[in-house]
Nanobody, 123 residues
């Protein structure tokens, strides 16, 4: 499967952005989807994940209550709504797909990765 992330940009602290990840392939609906981010000089960090049905989600503590992950299997897309953004949310955001049906927050457990989209939050 190929993944294409979009929606990044520059926003002021307290603002919102909506990231989207478009997937190719007919098996998208069977994959767990996740979002990860990487800031300069830092390791990759889990942000959120969603099961194939959308019934199960998981969030990093740092984004709980501010970010919402969702998916539309008919459109082969997964979205990340980011509200109340903070400067520390600045990073390149990547979407990823996992064949295993269980939600995971470990990047090495994901099989496919998109190219990333830059999110910059100014103070």
């Amino acid at each position: 499967v190929q993944l294409q992330a979009s929606g990044g940009g520059l926003v002021q602290a307290g603002g919102s952005l909506r990231l989207s990840c478009a997937a190719s392939g007919r098996t998208f609906s069977s994959y767990v989807m996740g979002w990860f981010r990487q800031a300069p000089g830092k390791d990759s960090e889990f942000v959120a994940a969603i099961s194939w049905s959308g019934d199960t989600t998981d969030y990093a503590d740092s984004v709980k209550g501010r970010f919402t992950i969702s998916r539309d299997n008919a459109k082969n897309t997964v979205n990340l709504q980011m509200n109340s953004l903070k400067p520390e949310d600045t990073a390149v955001y990547y979407c990823a797909a996992r064949r295993n049906p269980f939600v995971s927050n470990r990047p090495y457990e994901y099989d496919y990765w998109g190219q990333g989209t830059q999110v910059t939050v100014s103070s």
